[in-house]
C-alpha cells in the first residue's frame, strides 16, 4: 500500500469540469429541439420587456388622447389604440411587467413554500404527513379558479393579495412533486449511505435529496408558472385582477370586448401576447423537462 | 371492494367538511368585519348592527360555522342579500343551466381528447404526433376569454352561423333549437383547454403502455396492429384517463366562470360572479359549496370507476 | 466467414432456422451504430442453441433482428434469415405477422410483464389459437388448458380464470411458455427466461424447457447471460462479443475445450462450486466491451486479449472450423491453453492474513422484526404482522466473512438492515465487541458509525447522482474526522485501491459503467475504516466478468485491511467463494449454520440440498439430482407452522414436521441443521445429490465426491 500512497500523492487532483461546461451540455440537448428552443427565445423576450417595460414603451400606458381614440395600426401605433386613445403597444409591454410579477412572485412563493411543505413531509412521514397531505387535498378540492375569485372576492383584489392567491393555489401542487420525489429518494441506497454515516438530518435533506429532486421541481415551477399567467389574465378579464388603470392584458381583453368589431385590434394584440407567452412558457417547460429529465415521458 | 368504497365515501366527507370549514374562513374570516365588507365603508352604524343582528355575526365564529354547516346540510342555504331571493332555488335553477352547457362541452372533448391522444400515441414522433403535441400545448395555454371572444368574432360576427350572446332564459328548455345553438359556442370554448389536456394526458399513459413488454408480447402473438391497440393497448391506457377526466372537472369548472361571462349565460358560473361583484354572501358560500360537492363527487366516482375497472384493486 | 455457410454434417434437412451474415444497424444522434454485424448461425430440429453474452454484447437484437421484430429506429441491413427455407426478410409485413406466434414464439425475462395485467390468463393465452389455428372459442379454451397441463400448471382451471398479478413468477413463466407452445412452433425464442426468477424456481422452469425438448421438437434459440444455464439445457452454444460471434461449438467440446481466449476467460470469471474448501482468485478480464461507435481494428478481443500478436490487429479473424461442428473466430487458437492451463497460471492462492479467530465482532441476538400489514385506510385494522426476520443469531469473527444465502424472502436483507441500524429490530440485540448497539443509526455513538459500513446491491442507486466520485467518497473522510487538506490525498489513494486511476475523481456517476460504480461504493464503505461492511448482493447485478474482479478486490482488500464481511447473496457458488461461514435462511429463519466447508458438504439440510441442487454449474457433464421445490415461499404473515420449511420440503417425514419445531442438531466441528432428520439419516438420502464430474482436465474447484 505504501507504493501506491506514493504515486497517489504524487498525481495532483485533476481539475474539475466547470459548471459552464454542464450548462453548455444543456444547452445543447436544448438546442436539439427546435420547438422548446423557440418557445426560450419568446419567453426570454417577454422576460426582458417586463424588465424594460417602461423604457422600450413608445407611450406611457396612461397617456390618454381622446382625439386618437380607436385608431387602427400605424406607424405611430403599431398596435392601434383603445377606446381611450392609449398606444395598444406600450400598454401590453408594460402588462408584462403585472404579468411576470404577480404570476411570477406567486409562483416563487409556492415553490418556496410547496417545497419546505413536500420535504418535510415526505421526510418525517407518519402522522405529519398524513395530517399535511389531507389539508393538501383539500385545497385541491376546491377547483382554482373558484377558489381564487372566492378569496379575492371577498378580500379584494390587491397586489399582494394577488400574490398571495397564486401562491395559495400552487403549493399543493408543488408540495405533492416534491414529496413523491422525496419518497422516491429516500429510499434509494445512496441516502441511505449517507444515514448509515450518521450524517444530520439537514444534511441528508439539503445534500443528498433536494438536488436530486431538483430537475422535476424546476419543470413543474415552469408550467405552474404558465398556468399562473392564464389565471392572474384570467382574473383580470372577470376584473378582479390588476385594477384599472393599470396595464393588464386580461382587463385590455375586456374592454375589447364592446368593440370587437370596430376596433378588432384591441382584442387582438393582447389575446396574441397572452397566447405567445403562455404557449412560449409550455414549451419552454416542456423543453426544460427532456433537458432535465431525458428518458422520462411527459408527465 | 366495498371496503374501498366506503373508505372512499369516508374521506371524500372529511374533505367536504374541511372544505366548507376553508370555504366559510375565506368568506367570513378572512375579509375582517363581514358587515363593513357587505354593507361598504360609508354605511352607517346602525345600519352595520342591524347588519350584523340580522345575520347572527354577533355570535361566536364556531356557533356561526356550525350553524351555517347545519343549514346547508339541512337545505336552507338563506336569502340572498341582493335580491331577496331563496338562494336554493337561484342555485339550482342556474345549476341546470351549467350542467347543460357542460354535458354539451363534455361529450365533445372528452372522446375527442382521447382519440387525438391514442393517435398522437400510435404515431409517436410523426408529423401527426407532432401537430397533436404543439397543438395542444398551445391550446391549453389559451385563456377561454381569448378563444371565447376569437369564436364570437369569427362564427357570430363575420360568419353569423351562431348568435354571439348565449343569454337564454333561465328557464329555457334544453332540446330546442334555440337554446341548443345558443350553447354551441360556449360548450366549444369551454371544451378547447379541457380538449388539450385530456388529449396530452391521454398521449402519455398510452406510450406508455405501448412500451411494455405485454404489448410486444401480443404482437409476437402475431396480432394484427389494429387488434393488439383494440385489445391490448386501449384497456390499460385508458384506465388513468377515467382520473384524468375527474381532475379535468377542474378546468372545465374553471371555464364555465369565464365563459358564462363571456357569453352572458346564466349559469352557477355567472350567478358566482354576480354574488361577488354584490358581495352577496349567502349566494357565494352557497354556489362555492355546491361547486366544490358536485367536484369531489366526481373525483370520488372516477376513484370508485378506476377501482373497478382495474383487476388489481378490484381482487386486493 | 469461411466455415458459416455450411450447414453441420449430418444435419441438412433438418435445419430449421439459419441465419446468414446478419448485420443490424440502429439510427443514432451520432449517426449509425451496428450491434450485431456479419454474424451467421443454424438451429436444427430439436436442437436448442445457447446463445450467450454480456450485456452489449448484441444477443437480443440478433434474435430479434432475425424475426424482424426491432424498434423504430432499428433496421438489418444484410443478411438472409431462412426459417425452413423461407427467407423472412422478403416477407410481407402481413405474412411475418402469420409467421410470428405460430411458426416463431417468444418468451421473454420478466414473467410479470410479459401478460397483459387486465386480461384472464386463460383468454391471452386461448387468443393464439383463435387467431393462428381458426379454433373456435371451446375449442381454444380446451387447448389452452391442456397446454397449462403440460407445462405441469397445478389445477390449469383455476389459473386460467386469474389475472397475471394474481401468479406468482414461476407460474406466470410457465404460462408464458404455454402461450408460446400452443402451435408448436418451429422456433422457440427464450431471451433470459429465468434471469428475473429465484433459483429454485429458476431449476424449475429450466426442467420444464428440458422436458419440452423431449415433447415438442421445436428448434429452440435460448438468449442468456449465464454459462450455468446453457450447460444445463443447451446443446450447442455460441458465444458472442461486441456483435459478433467468438466462437461456436457443441456444448460438451466447447466447455471441455474452448477454443477462443474470451471463452475461457469467461469461465474463469465464474465462481466454481466445489465441494472442497479452495479459495483461489477468479480470473478478470482487463478492460471493457468496446463501444459500438469505436471498435478497434482487427481482431474486436485485441486490447483486451493475453494472446494477442500484432497481426491481431491488423484484419478481422473469420470464423474459422476448428473442428466438427466448432467455429472459432482467434486466429491463434491453436495455441490457446487448456481451461486447466488457463486457471493455473491465472488464478492464485488468496492472501489469507486474518485477524486472530475466535475474536468475537458482531453478533446479532434473536433478531426479530416485524412489519405490519399493510391495510388500506382506518376502516380496515389488520392486527397480523409480515414476519421478515423472525428471530435469527448469526455472529461474525473479526477478519472474517460470514455468508449469508436465501431466496428472495428469506429476510437476509432485512437482517442486514437490522444490524447496521436502518430499520429498528421488533426483538433482539446488536452487538459490536461484546457492547450492545442502539436500535437505530440515531442511537448510535459516531465512532460505531464508522465501525460498520455498507455496499449495496443496485449500483445505479449507491451513488448520488448529483455528487463527483471524489465528493462520494471524500464525505466520510470529512466526517469522521480526516483534516480537510489531507481528504484528497486520501480519497486517490482508495480510488488506487480499488483500481480506479485519478482521473475518475471528478466524474459524476452517470459517466461510470455499473462495475466502476460498485468500486466506488467499496471505496466510499472503506473510507471510513470500518470493522465490517455488509454486502447486499454487490455483484448481483453486474456481468459476469465483472463480478470475477470485484470479488477479488473484496477478498484481497480483506486480506489487507482484516475488515470482516457479512456477505449476502442468492448465489451459493459465490457465497461458498468468499465465506468462512455460511448462514442458510428461509423465511426469515436459518435452516443451517456452520464453517464453510461443513454447510457445503453433505449432510445438508434439505432446503441447502435444494438449493445446491438447483444452481447451474456452467459444466455441461456435472450431474446433478434433481430436487425441485414445488410451488412458491409462503407469506411471510402465516408462516407454516412446525418447521417452516414444511410445504416444501423435499425430505419431509410427516406430521411431526408439521406440528413440532425441529431441533437445531449439531454436527461435527461448528456446523448446525435445524431439521427432525439426524445427521445420519441425511448423510445416507443425500449420497447422490451432487456429482461433480471427473474431467481429464480437472478444472479446478471441481472437484469428485466419492
Ligand atoms: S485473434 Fe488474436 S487478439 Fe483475437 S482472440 Fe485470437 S489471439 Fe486474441
Ligand atoms: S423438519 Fe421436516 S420439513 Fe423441516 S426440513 Fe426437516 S424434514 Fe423437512
Redesign the pocket.
Known amino acids: 500500500m505504501s507504493a501506491s500512497v506514493d504515486a497517489a500523492a504524487a498525481t495532483p487532483v485533476p481539475t474539475r469540469r466547470s459548471r459552464g461546461q454542464t450548462l453548455r451540455l444543456y444547452g445543447r440537448r436544448l438546442l436539439r429541439q427546435p420547438i422548446a428552443t423557440v418557445g426560450t427565445v419568446i419567453f426570454i423576450i417577454f422576460l426582458l420587456m417586463a424588465v424594460f417595460g417602461p423604457w422600450i414603451a413608445p407611450y406611457g400606458f396612461e397617456e390618454q388622447s381622446i382625439p386618437d381614440r380607436l385608431q387602427s395600426p400605424t406607424l405611430q401605433h403599431p398596435f392601434g389604440t383603445d377606446n381611450f386613445g392609449r398606444d395598444v403597444f406600450s400598454r401590453i409591454i408594460v402588462g408584462a411587467r403585472g404579468i411576470f410579477l404577480l404570476g411570477g412572485t406567486g409562483t416563487i412563493l409556492a415553490v418556496l413554500m410547496g417545497t419546505t411543505v413536500g420535504l418535510v413531509s415526505g421526510y418525517f412521514g407518519g402522522l405529519l404527513d398524513e395530517i399535511l397531505m389531507r389539508l393538501l387535498d383539500v385545497l385541491l378540492s376546491i377547483p382554482s379558479l373558484l377558489l381564487a375569485l372566492v378569496l379575492l372576492g371577498t378580500v379584494g383584489p390587491s397586489l399582494i393579495n394577488l400574490i398571495l392567491v397564486v401562491a395559495v393555489l400552487y403549493i399543493p401542487m408543488i408540495a405533492r412533486v416534491v414529496r413523491s420525489m422525496v419518497l422516491d429518494l429516500k429510499t434509494k441506497e445512496f441516502v441511505e449511505a449517507a444515514r448509515i454515516r450518521g450524517e444530520r438530518d439537514s444534511y441528508v435533506l439539503f445534500r443528498e435529496i433536494l438536488p436530486n429532486a431538483l430537475p422535476p421541481l424546476l419543470v413543474e415551477a415552469s408550467m405552474r408558472f404558465s398556468y399562473s399567467i392564464f389565471l392572474v389574465a384570467s382574473l383580470g378579464f372577470l376584473g378582479l385582477g390588476v385594477q384599472p388603470p393599470s396595464p393588464d392584458w386580461g382587463l385590455q381583453i375586456n374592454e375589447a370586448r364592446n368593440y370587437l368589431e370596430g376596433a378588432p385590434w384591441m382584442l387582438a394584440f393582447p389575446a396574441l401576447a397572452i397566447s405567445m407567452l403562455v404557449v412560449a412558457t409550455n414549451l419552454m417547460s416542456d423543453g426544460l423537462r427532456r433537458v432535465l429529465q431525458p428518458g422520462r415521458e411527459d408527465s | 371492494m366495498l371496503i374501498f368504497i366506503v373508505r372512499r365515501l369516508g374521506f371524500m366527507v372529511i374533505t367536504l367538511i374541511l372544505a366548507s370549514l376553508l370555504i366559510f374562513a375565506a368568506t367570513q374570516i378572512l375579509p375582517g368585519d363581514v358587515a363593513t365588507m357587505v354593507l361598504g365603508r360609508f354605511a352607517t352604524e346602525q345600519a352595520l348592527d342591524n347588519f350584523r343582528e340580522e345575520m347572527g355575526l354577533n355570535r361566536s365564529l364556531i356557533v356561526q360555522y356550525g350553524d351555517w354547516l347545519l343549514n346547508f346540510v339541512q337545505g336552507d342555504w338563506g336569502e340572498s342579500l341582493s335580491t331577496r331571493a331563496d338562494v336554493r332555488d337561484l342555485v339550482m335553477e342556474r345549476l341546470r343551466n351549467s350542467a347543460m352547457l357542460a354535458s354539451v362541452a363534455f361529450v365533445m372533448y372528452v372522446p375527442l381528447g382521447i382519440v387525438l391522444g391514442v393517435v398522437a400515441a400510435i404515431r409517436r414522433n410523426s408529423w401527426v404526433d407532432h401537430v397533436i403535441s404543439v397543438g395542444s400545448l398551445a391550446f391549453i395555454g389559451l385563456p377561454e376569454f381569448v378563444t371565447g371572444l376569437l369564436l364570437i368574432a369569427v362564427f357570430a360576427l363575420r360568419l353569423d352561423w351562431f348568435p354571439s350572446s348565449s343569454a337564454i332564459a333561465p328557464d329555457a328548455a334544453f332540446f330546442e333549437r334555440d337554446t341548443l345553438e345558443r350553447l354551441v359556442l360556449p360548450a366549444l370554448t369551454i371544451s378547447l383547454v379541457s380538449l388539450a389536456y385530456i388529449a396530452r394526458m391521454t398521449r402519455s399513459s398510452t406510450a406508455e403502455v405501448l412500451s411494455m413488454d405485454y404489448v410486444r408480447t401480443a404482437y409476437l402473438k402475431g396480432l394484427s396492429r389494429s387488434r393488439v391497440i383494440g385489445r391490448h393497448v386501449l384497456r390499460n391506457a385508458l384506465l388513468p384517463t377515467v382520473t384524468v377526466v375527474a381532475i379535468g372537472i377542474g378546468w372545465l369548472i374553471g371555464g364555465l366562470i369565464v365563459t358564462e361571462s363571456l357569453f352572458s349565460f346564466p349559469g352557477i358560473g355567472r350567478l358566482l360572479l354576480f354574488g361577488i361583484q354584490r358581495r352577496d354572501l349567502p349566494l357565494i358560500q352557497a354556489t362555492t359549496m355546491v361547486i366544490v360537492v358536485i367536484f369531489t363527487m366526481a373525483n370520488l366516482l372516477a376513484d370508485i370507476l378506476y377501482g373497478y375497472l382495474n383487476p388489481r384493486i378490484r381482487f386486493r | 466467414m469461411a466455415a458459416s455457410a455450411e450447414t453441420a454434417p449430418g444435419r441438412e434437412g433438418r435445419t430449421v432456422l439459419e441465419i446468414e451474415g446478419l448485420s443490424v444497424a440502429y439510427r443514432t444522434e451520432e449517426g449509425d451504430i451496428f450491434p450485431v454485424r456479419d454474424v451467421s448461425l443454424t438451429i436444427a430440429k430439436g436442437e436448442s442453441f445457447g446463445l450467450v453474452g454480456e450485456s452489449g454484447s448484441g444477443k437480443s437484437t440478433l434474435a430479434m433482428g432475425a424475426i424482424r421484430y426491432l424498434p423504430a429506429n432499428g433496421r438489418v441491413t444484410s443478411g438472409r434469415v431462412l426459417l425452413r427455407g423461407e427467407d423472412l426478410l422478403s416477407l410481407s409485413d402481413k405474412e411475418m405477422r402469420n409467421v410470428w406466434g405460430s411458426r416463431i414464439a417468444v418468451v421473454y425475462q420478466s414473467p410479470g410483464n410479459a401478460l397483459n395485467p387486465s386480461i384472464r390468463t386463460g383468454n391471452q393465452i386461448a387468443e393464439v389459437a383463435r387467431i393462428h389455428l381458426g379454433m373456435s372459442k371451446q375449442e381454444a379454451h380446451q387447448r389452452m388448458l391442456e397446454m397449462l397441463e403440460k407445462v405441469k400448471m397445478p389445477d390449469p382451471e383455476s389459473v386460467a380464470r386469474r389475472y397475471p398479478h394474481q401468479l406468482s413468477g414461476g407460474m406466470l413463466q410457465r404460462c408464458v411458455v404455454a402461450q408460446a407452445m400452443m402451435t408448436n412452433p418451429e422456433l422457440l425464442i427464450l431471451d433470459e427466461p429465468t434471469t428475473a426468477l429465484d433459483v429454485t424456481t429458476q431449476a424449475v422452469v429450466l426442467d420444464l424447457v428440458a422436458e419440452l425438448k423431449q415433447e415438442f421438437d421445436s428448434a429452440i434459440l435460448y438468449i442468456t447471460h449465464d454459462l450455468g444455464v446453457v450447460a444445463r439445457v443447451c446443446d450447442r452454444v455460441g458465444v458472442m462479443y461486441a456483435g459478433e460471434f467468438m466462437e461456436q461449438g457443441g456444448i460438451h467440446d466447447l466447455f471441455k475445450r474452448p477454443l477462443h481466449p474470451y471463452t475461457l476467460n469467461l469461465l474463469g470469471c465464474v465462481p466454481h462450486f466445489s465441494l472442497g474448501p479452495r479459495r483461489k482468485t477468479l480470473n478478470t478480464i482487463p478492460g471493457f466491451i468496446p463501444r459500438l461507435d469505436e471498435l478497434p481494428e482487427g481482431c474486436i478481443f485485441a486490447p483486451r486479449c493475453s494472446l494477442a500478436e500484432p497481426e491481431c490487429r491488423v484484419a478481422q479473424p473469420p470464423l474459422v472450423r476448428a473442428a466438427e461442428d466448432h467455429l472459432t473466430a482467434c486466429r491463434r487458437w491453436p495455441v490457446v491453453p487448456t481451461p486447466a492451463e488457463h486457471m493455473a497460471t491465472i488464478t492464485a492462492d488468496l492472501m489469507q492474513a486474518r485477524g486472530a479467530a475466535e475474536n468475537r465482532l458482531l453478533e446479532a441476538r434473536d433478531v426479530k422484526k416485524y412489519y405490519p400489514v399493510p391495510t388500506q385506510g382506518p376502516f380496515r385494522q389488520d392486527k397480523r404482522k409480515v414476519k421478515s426476520v423472525d428471530g435469527m443469531t448469526v455472529w461474525i469473527d473479526e477478519g472474517r466473512t460470514l455468508g449469508l444465502v436465501g431466496e428472495s424472502g428469506s429476510g437476509k436483507t432485512t437482517l442486514a438492515r437490522t444490524i447496521i441500524g436502518l430499520v429498528e429490530p421488533t426483538e433482539g440485540t446488536i452487538s459490536l465487541r461484546g457492547e450492545i448497539l442502539g436500535p437505530t443509526t440515531r442511537s448510535r455513538e459516531r465512532d460505531v458509525l464508522r465501525r460498520i459500513q455498507m455496499v449495496f446491491q443496485n449500483p445505479d442507486a449507491s451513488l448520488n447522482p448529483r455528487q463527483t466520485v471524489g465528493q462520494s467518497i471524500g464525505r466520510p473522510l470529512t466526517l469522521f474526522g480526516t483534516p480537510r487538506h489531507e481528504v484528497p490525498r486520501r480519497v486517490l489513494e482508495l480510488l488506487e485501491a480499488v483500481h480506479l486511476s485519478p482521473s475518475y475523481y471528478h466524474r459524476l456517476p452517470s459517466e461510470l459503467s455499473g462495475g466502476e460504480k460498485q468500486r466506488v461504493a467499496i471505496a466510499r464503505a472503506f473510507a471510513a475504516e470500518p470493522d465490517l461492511i455488509l454486502c447486499d448482493e454487490p455483484i448481483a447485478s453486474l456481468d459476469v466478468s465483472v463480478q470475477g474482479s470485484l470479488m477479488n478486490l473484496l477478498t484481497t482488500l480483506q486480506a489487507e485491511k482484516g475488515t470482516s464481511y457479512l456477505f449476502i447473496s442468492h448465489d451459493l457458488s459465490a457465497v461458498q467463494h468468499l465465506s468462512d461461514w455460511v448462514c442458510v435462511a428461509y423465511l426469515g429463519y436459518a435452516m443451517e449454520w456452520g464453517d464453510a466447508g461443513d454447510v457445503l458438504n453433505p449432510p445438508y ?3 441447502t440440498e435444494a438449493l445446491l441442487s438447483a444452481i447451474p454449474i456452467p459444466d455441461p457433464d456435472v450431474i446433478q439430482k434433481n430436487i425441485r421445490l414445488e410451488g412458491s415461499v409462503p407469506s411471510a404473515v402465516d408462516i407454516p407452522s412446525g ?1 417452516r ?2 410445504t416444501r ?1 423435499p ?3 410427516g406430521d411431526i ?1 408439521i406440528q413440532e419445531e ?1 431441533p437445531w442438531r449439531e454436527g461435527e466441528g461448528d456446523h448446525w441443521i435445524y ?3 439426524t445427521f445420519e439419516a441425511l448423510v445416507e438420502m443425500q449420497k447422490e445429490t451432487l456429482r461433480l464430474a471427473d474431467h481429464d482436465h480437472g478444472t479446478p474447484g471441481v472437484e469428485v465426491q466419492v
Open positions: 439440510h434439505p432446503y418447521c420449511f414444511h420440503c425430505r419431509f417425514i414436521c425441529p431439521c427432525h432428520h
